[in-house]
Each structure stands twice: as C-alpha cells, then as structure tokens.
C-alpha cells in the first residue's frame, strides 16, 4: 500500500517501518503496510466544522504579501482548518474572478488559483449557477403549494461532499474551460457602466423602496419562466 505516513513496524509481516497511515477517509485512517496486505481502521472521533467565506479581496491582498494583516489572518485559518474545526472552501466566483486577474509583479493568476486552493484545502463550495438553480426551485414548489416562498439555508445546497469531515493529506485538482477570458472582462466593465448610470434615474425617482422590490420580482419571475 501507499503509506503516506509511517508509524512503525507492521504488526502482520514485522516489516521495519512499513506500517503507517495511507488515507484519510471522512471518519476514520485507513492504514497499511509497504510490504504485506496487512490493513486497519482507526475510527475518528465526530467533528462539526463552521463555514467560513473568504472574499476575493481577502484572498488577493494575502496573496501579493504586501500587508501582514492579511498574510497573519490568513495563516490563523489555516491553522483552524489543520485542526479540523474550520472549512473555508472556494467557489466558482473565485475561479471566475481569478482568471480574469492580470496579475502582480511577477505572480500569475494561476498561482493565485493554486494559493486559494490550497487556503481552501481542496473544499469547493456548489457551482454559485445550481445553488441559484436550486434556490429557485425550492421557492416555486412552495409557490404551488401557496406557501411562503421563504430563503433557508440548507448546507447540502451549498457545499460539494461532506462537510463535517475529516482532511485527507492530499486532494485532486481537475481544472476546467473558463471560456473567453477577453470577453468576460468587457462584459463586466460594461456590467459596471450600466449599474453607475442608472444612480442618477434612481435618485430622481419617486418609487419606494417596496415599489423597487415589486418591481425585482416580477421581472426576475417573468425572466425565470421564460
């Protein structure tokens, strides 16, 4: 077996050092020898993990190393989540932001993607397109049950896998296609434009707060049937 961590002689064959910790498996270390098919279990206790989201900001000030706030929040994370009392996993949201990154002196923004990942010790949240996918359907079912289409939280929703499990010593990255990078920046900035142009229509106007939310729904349903 692969032993990523040796802990001694192998109770089955008495191989020197062959015996150690292979995997982790969500609850418990999967262990083996190098020498023999000699394998165990060590079941781990229970653990409850608290989410935590950091920001794109957060991510790129720590990782250009400019300001030691960021670099000893940063480290305190890691160290909560090396204990197994954190999860900050990263989104599609900072894949898409990352990659439209153009970089910082001599750093990339694949190295930025890398550094997030590893922050992040491989936990991805859903892809934001299927938490907003299922988040919609939720509230139409309740629609057609009349009930009232309220916004609850469930973490099943939100997160890829098992939450409240233990790290494993290594995770596998696969990357994807991030489409046109070019196009996605002048959709942006173009994004950007048109909401400060639409600051001046929203001061003259005489609508209230109630009235704009009114609005919000409507269009957002007209939108989501068609």
Same mark, same amino acid.
């Given at each position: 077996?692969?032993?990523?961590?040796?802990?001694?002689?192998?109770?089955?064959?008495?191989?020197?050092?062959?015996?150690?910790?292979?995997?982790?498996?969500?609850?418990?270390?999967?262990?083996?020898?190098?020498?023999?098919?000699?394998? /165990?279990? +060590?079941? #781990?206790? &229970?653990?409850? $993990?608290?989410?935590?989201?950091?920001?794109? @900001?957060?991510? =790129?000030?720590?990782?250009?190393?400019?300001?030691?706030?960021?670099?000893?929040?940063?480290?305190?994370?890691?160290?909560?989540?090396?204990?197994?009392?954190?999860?900050?996993?990263?989104?599609?949201?900072?894949?898409?932001?990352?990659?439209?990154?153009?970089?910082?002196?001599?750093? /990339?923004? +694949?190295? #930025?993607? &890398?550094?997030? $990942?590893?922050?992040?010790?491989?936990?991805? @949240?859903?892809? =934001?397109?299927?938490?907003?996918?299922?988040?919609?359907?939720?509230?139409?079912?309740?629609?057609?049950?009349?009930?009232?289409?309220?916004?609850?939280?469930?973490?099943?929703?939100?997160?890829?896998?098992?939450?409240?499990?233990?790290?494993?010593?290594?995770?596998?990255?696969?990357?994807?296609?991030?489409?046109?990078? &070019?196009?996605?920046?002048?959709?942006?900035?173009?994004?950007?434009?048109?909401?400060?142009?639409?600051?001046?229509?929203?001061?003259?106007?005489?609508?209230?707060?109630?009235?704009?939310?009114?609005?919000?729904?409507?269009?957002?349903?007209?939108?989501?049937?068609?």
């Amino acid at each position: 077996m692969l032993v990523t961590r040796v802990i001694g002689d192998c109770p089955a064959c008495k191989g020197v050092n062959m015996f150690g910790n292979v995997s982790v498996q969500r609850d418990h270390v999967l262990r083996g020898c190098k020498a023999c098919d000699f394998r /165990t279990a +060590a079941w #781990l206790p &229970e653990i409850r $993990k608290q989410v935590l989201y950091l920001d794109q @900001f957060f991510f =790129s000030h720590a990782f250009r190393g400019s300001d030691q706030r960021f670099l000893t929040a940063v480290e305190r994370v890691k160290r909560v989540c090396h204990l197994q009392l954190l999860v900050a996993p990263y989104s599609s949201i900072h894949e898409d932001e990352t990659h439209q990154w153009r970089g910082f002196k001599d750093k /990339t923004h +694949a190295q #930025l993607m &890398e550094f997030i $990942k590893l922050t992040a010790r491989g936990a991805e @949240f859903e892809r =934001s397109y299927n938490i907003e996918s299922a988040q919609t359907l939720k509230a139409f079912e309740s629609y057609l049950r009349d009930d009232a289409a309220k916004h609850e939280i469930e973490r099943g929703d939100a997160v890829r896998g098992a939450l409240d499990a233990w790290d494993d010593y290594f995770f596998i990255d696969v990357g994807g296609y991030w489409h046109d990078i &070019e196009t996605k920046r002048r959709l942006k900035t173009q994004a950007v434009d048109e909401l400060v142009a639409v600051f001046d229509a929203w001061q003259r106007s005489t609508r209230t707060f109630d009235d704009d939310v009114v609005l919000e729904y409507q269009d957002a349903g007209r939108l989501f049937l068609e």
